[in-house]
């Protein structure tokens, strides 16, 4: 098996040892005789590898027992609806900062249940920048503020939390596990996991939990995260494989040196390639230095008559999925932490060999 460099957006790559591992676990798990797919959540044997899981994600991120830990369904899109059932209270408004897509996906779902305040918006600037902290328009009787840590298409990202009086909602899809963040700076980060934490079909949700009592009547349970606190994440069925698989990659963070190092990896890796796109003359990457994402790298050829051709030329390479997002065009290098360096530098070469040919 010859595996390529896989720079996907989402589902991103996993680590090979994680899907080695899981290969060799498939067919009979820890001999039991079968697959961790097969058992009932509520064997002692899943709850165990569940509890692992927790355990091992709240030490990476050192998440402390005033927060609760929820592996829930439905992706970071349910949370754009999910977040105002069970935050608003008794209040009719929230505040948004919209920054790119995912945030103005966030505020679209969240205008059917209250009035949204969006504080701040970077789309004059084609969402190539950060608003400034000190310019927003924050409304102190806000239920929450929700942010998008790092947009996933624009590539920008925050590295500074916002300081406000209400509650702080992060959607960290595309930035959790990258880098050490103090959790206790939050009040609710939410994250898909097909990105850094595992395959697509499980969601992140870790609280705060005094927060787990104001959902409107409303809320549906499968919605509702005091349910799903009660019920540690089982009130239903929950996607057992995706959480073990998570587990497993938890597992080869801690081994790789835990959050710490693999942020070490990561600032290198989008260090290389952001100099290489800037001293180019042929590529360019649109955002504002400050706010450039560390995973996700969005870059334009000189010529957009060649993408198709570095596209191609790319993938005869075994360099996978660096078309940029339909909505913005142009090329996208995601590099989530198991993609490793080796991938960066090989992608840097044929950058520069490709350039070298059609400059
Ligand atoms: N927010 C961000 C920042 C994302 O990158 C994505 C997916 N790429 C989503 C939300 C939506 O996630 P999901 O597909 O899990 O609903």
Request: with cysteine; proline share 5%.
């Amino acid at each position: 098996m010859s595996r390529k460099y896989n720079f996907c957006a989402g589902p991103a790559a996993l680590p090979e040892a994680v899907l080695n591992r899981a290969q060799q676990e498939m067919a009979d798990w820890q001999g039991k005789g079968l697959s961790i797919m097969e058992m009932s959540h509520r064997s002692p044997e899943f709850v165990g590898v569940a509890q692992q899981a927790e355990a091992d994600l709240r030490e990476l991120l050192s998440i402390s027992d005033d927060f609760a830990v929820l592996f829930l369904q439905g992706g970071a899109s349910t949370q754009f609806a999910a977040i105002p059932l069970n935050l608003l209270g008794d209040k009719g408004t929230a505040d948004y900062v919209n920054t790119g897509q995912w945030s103005k996906k966030a505020i679209k779902e969240a205008g059917r249940y209250c009035d949204v305040n969006v504080v701040a918006s970077s789309e004059g600037t084609n969402f190539s920048t950060i608003p400034p902290l000190a310019d927003w328009q924050l409304n102190p009787n806000a239920a929450y503020l929700h942010y998008t840590p790092n947009e996933t298409i624009g590539g920008v990202e925050f590295f500074e939390e916002p300081q406000v009086d209400v509650p702080l909602v992060a959607d960290m899809s595309s930035t959790i596990l990258s880098r050490k963040i103090d959790v206790n700076k939050y009040d609710m980060i939410y994250a898909g996991a097909q990105k850094n934490i595992g395959p697509a079909g499980l969601t992140l949700v870790i609280i705060r939990k005094t927060l787990l009592d104001r959902a409107l009547p409303i809320c549906p349970a499968m919605l509702n995260y005091k349910v799903a606190d009660d019920n540690d994440s089982m009130y239903n069925t929950p996607p057992t494989y995706a959480w073990y698989l998570s587990g497993l990659v938890f597992q080869w963070l801690k081994e790789q040196g835990g959050i710490e190092a693999m942020e070490v990896i990561n600032r290198r890796k989008a260090a290389k390639l952001y100099d290489y796109i800037d001293g180019s003359g042929f590529y360019a990457n649109p955002v504002e230095k400050q706010s450039r994402s560390l995973m996700n790298i969005p870059f334009t050829l000189a010529n957009s008559d060649l993408d198709k051709a570095f596209l191609a030329e790319a993938e005869e390479l075994g360099l996978l999925n660096l078309k940029g997002h339909r909505s913005v065009g142009g090329m996208r290098a995601s590099i989530y932490n198991a993609v490793p360096e080796a991938a960066v530098d090989a992608l840097i070469a044929f950058m520069s060999d490709f350039a070298a040919r059609h400059s």
